[in-house]
């Protein structure tokens, strides 16, 4: 069992920066692929970037591609969600969640896929 909590959200302003975390517990995250997701209201919870269990690949939606990182601390049990120059558009929840299939370098972009989620960080970027 992995338990996820994320921390970093905040309220900011467009151009601004926040770093999101997300600790997990158990030892086995370091196996693991870890994604950020987001949902903003009214619409569907999607993929923002993802990493794979040994960080040497990534993923990242289209839209913050040059703005935004993800890397992982194996050692501290930790992934981070680095977001530059925000915009308004950025505005929703942001999830973490882990992929528990092991060793894997699929970095998956579907929901479903992950088998455990962090209970989510507001962010909000006001113009």
């Known amino acids: 069992q992995v338990q996820l909590v994320e921390s970093g959200g905040g309220m900011v302003q467009a151009g601004g920066s926040l770093r999101l975390s997300c600790a997990a517990s158990?030892?086995?995250?370091?196996?693991?692929?870890m994604g950020w997701f987001r949902q903003a209201p009214g619409k569907e919870r999607e993929f923002v970037a993802g990493?794979?269990?040994?960080?040497?690949?990534?993923a990242y939606l289209d839209s913050v591609n040059d703005r935004f990182t993800i890397s992982k601390d194996n050692a501290e049990n930790t992934v981070y969600l680095q977001m530059n120059s925000l915009k308004p558009e950025d505005t929703a929840v942001y999830y973490c969640?882990?992929?528990?299939?092991?060793?894997?370098?699929?970095?998956?972009?579907?929901?479903?896929?992950?088998?455990?989620w962090g209970q989510g960080t507001q962010v909000t970027v006001s113009s």
């Open positions: 158990g030892r086995t995250f370091r196996y693991y692929v």
């Open positions: 969640a882990a992929d528990a299939n092991a060793y894997s370098d699929n970095v998956e972009v579907r929901a479903g896929m992950y088998d455990y």
């Open positions: 990493i794979s269990w040994n960080g040497r690949k990534t």
